[in-house]
Every structure is written in structure tokens, then in C-alpha cells.
């Protein structure tokens, strides 16, 4: 018998080292069959032509195909291919549907980009995109959904740590993209919000100057620090998710004139600073459709070369803290609390429920209201205060009619400057300093957007919402937005300082 006791525990433990080897090898095959088909052929619908995909030695790949829709459907199926976590991630943040994931944590998340409304914005503005664009994106969500269909191995193994699925892409998928790009390039309100409460908590306008040197000298300051609670204020700010760090707001961009240059050609350079991920925020591609050539980055999730060059024109951007976000101190009526004051008599908010689903626990249903200026964040921290003072935030973004889309893919293809300007007058948000060469020798720089004009006051705090004093009252002309083309001395750069539109109109203090 003795003999046979001392076997059996050598028995268990080779049982056990089997166990073990048998999980190590089928974790294995599983990570490994989620990696991208980079050899062979893959058949799937949706194509008009063959396509070819090629990658260089750092991952690279090169697409070419013989039309756009074509090559946004493979540049869909290679971006699904590499980063598919990443992707349904940045969705699920914009359209409001973290909790779903992650739990009652991200529940503050959801409520902020429901209650602006991130999803909504890009359900809408597919509507207003051109013909052309609209069949780029649904191409790239095609492409997207046939590696989800095809694909026979494992998701990404954050899905399997998560215990979730992946559900169809749409176009407003990568709508969203731009809305978040948005809100971390723009985010001035929070600015403002932090002053207003600076000035509650005691401190002067002239103690605020020395803190903002560049404040400028008739901002509106008197009885700003009565409109607002002190303490309502800070709980709104402690409901706010966390804002993007400065650092990310710090890029460089520059463009020299071939008469500069050693080559006789233009040189240009961008670093755009978004701050480190993992994996990075840009995904480079090479795509190749007839004669057109696009080389740059791309960003998972999206159809378009964001910075880059093509055959014939070269672009970068750099963010220009414009401000194009306003606070205002709205004034429910006292008769009635499901209106609100306006000039010429008292309006209804527009409200609308929201049903956040949240993993592991009941759902959370919640009304959001919107008044002629924009959606009600103060509602983000139970803001009830007994004089019926409510904050609006106003964005130049979240209207339907953005084009940027448009204005991003034409810019792409442009030959010339006078064609990369024209695309450009699409462009809405958010603002960027663009610099340009080209194969001819030129240079410039432009930096379009959608900037407010203010009836009075310049958005350095939140202002009064019922008079309309305060209103936006358009927004600066195109020629007027600050822009260069072939300077005479053969230079032009941003590299964080001030821009200056025509005239006398106002883009920021930031």
C-alpha cells in the first residue's frame, strides 16, 4: 500500500501540471487567433473591386483600391482589425453608454455626454453631410462590420476580461469621434465656471487679473459674484468628469518656404500633442485610390487622413483655445418651474429622458432640459437652488448643421490653396491653426472655424441668459478668421501663441 500513496500525489500534481499547460496553450491560441490576418486572401461582400492591404515592417499598412468607398471600407476593416477595443470604447464613452461596461462608476460619465448630447449631435449631423461623405462613412462602418462578421477567432481579449460583446458600427459610430475631439480641444466653460467660483470663494476682480494676466480689461465682472452660490458651483464642478490636462493643449505646428530650404521645397511639421494613450490616439495609413495618393494619420473609428499629405498639398493642425463655448445664468420662472425666462416672455424647456442601462445594477432614468442656449448642466449636480438660477452651456459643436466632416475629407483631397480653402468653409469646430504647402512652392495658414460674436461681453465668465445682452449675434465672417498665404518671409508657425482675427473681432483670452 505504501508504494501506492506515494505515487498518488505525483499523479494529482502531473494532473495538475497538465491542467495548467492545456489552459497556458488554449489562452494562447485564443490571444493568437485575435490578431490581424496580415498574409493571404480574404473574401467578404461589400466591395465593388478588389482591394490590396500590405504592411511594412513597423505595421504600417498600405491600402489600394480602386475607389473611395472602397478604400474606406478596407481602411474600416484594418482599423477593426488592429484597434476594435479602442474603438467601441471611444463609442460607448461619447454616446453616454460606459455604466453599461464598467458599473455604477461610470454613471457621472454618461449623465455629462448625455446631458450635451454628444450622440444626438452626430445622429444629426449625418444628415446634413454631402452625398459623398455620407457614403464614405457608411462604407467605413461596412467595412468595420464585415471583420466583425468574418472575423473567426477571438475579439480582443478585453472583451473576454469584460464578459461583453461587440455590437454592429454605425456612421454616427464615428460622428462621435469629432464631438469628443470637441469637448477636450474647446472646453472653455470649464474655464469660466473655475472664475465664477473664484469670485464667489472671495477672491477681487483685480486678485483674478494677477492670477489671468492676459484678462482682459472690460470683462464683466459687476454682480457677477451675486448671480451664482458659491457652494452650488463647487458641486457642479465636483460632478463635472475630469477635464482634459493642459499639456494636450500645447502643440506646435510650422511651414517654411522653399526659399528656405536646402531642397528648394517647402518643409512642414506638426506635433500634435494629444497627450500619451494606449494605444495612441492616431493610427498611420498609406491609401492609394487611382492617382490619389493620402499618407498620414488616421484615427481609429473615422474614414478620414486628419493630418497628413497628399499627391499634391501637405497640412497639420494645432488647437487655438478659442472660445467657443458660453456660460449663462438662466432664470426659471417663478410661475411656473417648467419654463424659463426669455426676451419677450418666458419659454418651455426642451426636455427629453435618458435611460442609462448599468451593469449589475438598475437602470438610471433622468430628464434632461435645454433651453434656447443649450443643454442644463447645472441638472448634472441636483442644482435647485431657491432663486431658480440655472446654468446653460452654448457650443458652437453641438448644432446640427456641422460640416467638419465634409470640410475634413475635401481638405484631404484638395490640389491647390484655393481648394483647401474652400473645403475649409465647412469647417466648424473644433478650431484649429492649419498650416499648408504644397508641390508648387506655396505656403499658409489658416485657422477656420464657427467663433461667436457677442452682442456684449466675451465669455470670460457666465453671463445673464434672460435679457439677451449677451446673445451670440453670428459669428465671425470667414475672411476675417486669421490666415496668411505666402508671407514674405518665407515663414509661418503656432507654437501656442496668440492668433488675430481681421478687425476688431474677438476669438479668446486662453
Do not use: C
Not at 465593388?48 to 478604400?71: E, L, M, N
Not at 481638405?411 to 484655393?418: M, R
Amino acid at each position: 500500500m505504501a508504494p501506492k500513496i506515494r505515487r498518488r500525489p505525483r499523479r494529482v500534481l502531473a494532473a495538475i501540471a497538465a491542467l495548467v499547460v492545456i489552459l497556458a496553450g488554449g489562452g494562447w491560441f485564443y490571444l493568437r487567433s485575435s490578431l490581424p490576418q496580415t498574409s493571404g486572401t480574404i473574401a467578404v461582400g461589400g466591395l465593388s473591386a478588389p482591394v490590396t492591404v500590405t504592411r511594412d515592417a513597423h505595421g504600417i499598412p498600405t491600402i489600394v483600391a480602386k475607389t473611395d468607398a472602397d478604400a474606406a471600407f478596407a481602411l474600416g476593416y484594418v482599423h477593426a482589425q488592429d484597434r476594435l477595443f479602442q474603438m467601441d470604447l471611444m463609442r460607448h464613452y461619447g454616446s453616454g453608454r460606459l455604466a453599461e461596461w464598467f458599473g455604477e462608476a461610470a454613471v457621472p460619465v454618461d449623465r455629462f455626454t448625455r446631458t450635451l448630447g454628444f450622440y444626438r449631435a452626430a445622429q444629426a449631423q449625418y444628415r446634413y453631410l454631402s452625398p459623398a461623405v455620407r457614403g464614405v462613412l457608411d462604407a467605413y462602418a461596412a467595412g468595420v462590420n464585415a471583420w466583425i462578421a468574418t472575423h473567426r477567432g477571438g475579439l480582443p481579449p478585453e472583451y473576454a476580461v469584460l464578459r461583453i460583446g461587440v455590437a454592429p458600427w454605425q456612421p454616427a459610430d464615428t460622428l462621435v469621434w469629432g464631438k469628443i475631439m470637441d469637448l477636450q480641444l474647446t472646453a472653455n466653460f470649464r474655464g469660466e465656471l473655475l472664475r465664477a467660483r473664484m469670485l464667489q470663494h472671495g477672491l477681487t476682480p483685480a486678485e483674478l487679473a494677477v492670477l489671468y494676466p492676459s484678462y482682459p480689461a472690460d470683462a464683466p465682472v459687476t454682480g457677477q459674484r451675486a448671480e451664482l452660490d458659491g457652494e452650488l458651483l463647487d458641486r457642479l464642478a465636483a460632478a463635472l468628469p475630469p477635464g482634459p490636462a493642459e499639456p494636450i493643449r500645447a502643440s506646435n505646428n510650422w511651414v517654411v518656404a522653399g526659399t528656405r530650404t536646402v531642397s528648394g521645397k517647402p518643409l512642414l511639421a506638426n506635433d500634435t500633442h494629444l497627450g500619451f494613450h494606449s494605444p495612441g490616439v492616431w493610427y498611420l495609413a498609406r491609401i492609394e485610390v487611382g492617382g490619389q495618393v493620402l499618407t498620414g494619420a488616421t484615427a481609429p473609428g473615422t474614414p478620414f487622413v486628419v493630418v497628413g499629405h497628399n499627391n499634391r498639398i501637405a497640412w497639420g493642425f494645432t488647437t487655438t483655445a478659442s472660445d467657443v463655448e458660453d456660460l449663462f445664468v438662466e432664470q426659471t420662472d417663478p410661475h411656473d418651474p417648467a419654463r424659463y425666462l426669455a426676451p419677450g416672455g418666458a419659454l418651455p424647456f426642451v426636455t427629453r429622458q435618458e435611460t442609462i442601462r448599468v451593469r449589475d445594477a438598475a437602470p438610471v432614468t433622468f430628464t434632461v432640459r435645454a433651453t434656447r442656449h443649450g443643454p442644463v448642466i447645472s441638472d448634472l449636480a441636483g442644482w435647485n437652488a431657491g432663486d431658480g438660477k440655472i446654468l446653460a452651456l452654448e457650443t458652437t459643436w453641438l448644432a446640427a448643421d456641422d460640416r467638419t466632416p465634409d470640410a475634413l475629407w475635401r481638405l484631404s483631397h484638395a490640389g491647390s490653396w484655393t481648394e483647401f480653402r474652400t473645403a475649409l468653409r465647412d469647417f466648424v469646430a473644433p478650431q484649429q491653426n492649419i498650416v499648408y504647402a504644397d508641390v508648387d512652392g506655396n505656403i499658409g495658414f489658416i485657422a477656420p472655424a464657427r467663433v461667436p460674436v457677442r452682442a456684449k461681453g466675451d465669455g470670460w465668465l457666465p453671463v445673464p441668459g434672460a435679457g439677451g445682452a449677451y446673445d451670440w449675434t453670428g459669428f465671425v465672417p470667414f475672411d476675417d478668421l486669421p490666415q496668411e498665404y505666402d508671407p514674405s518671409s518665407g515663414e509661418l508657425a503656432s507654437a501656442n501663441n496668440r492668433i488675430v482675427a481681421k478687425g476688431d473681432f474677438y476669438l479668446g483670452s486662453d
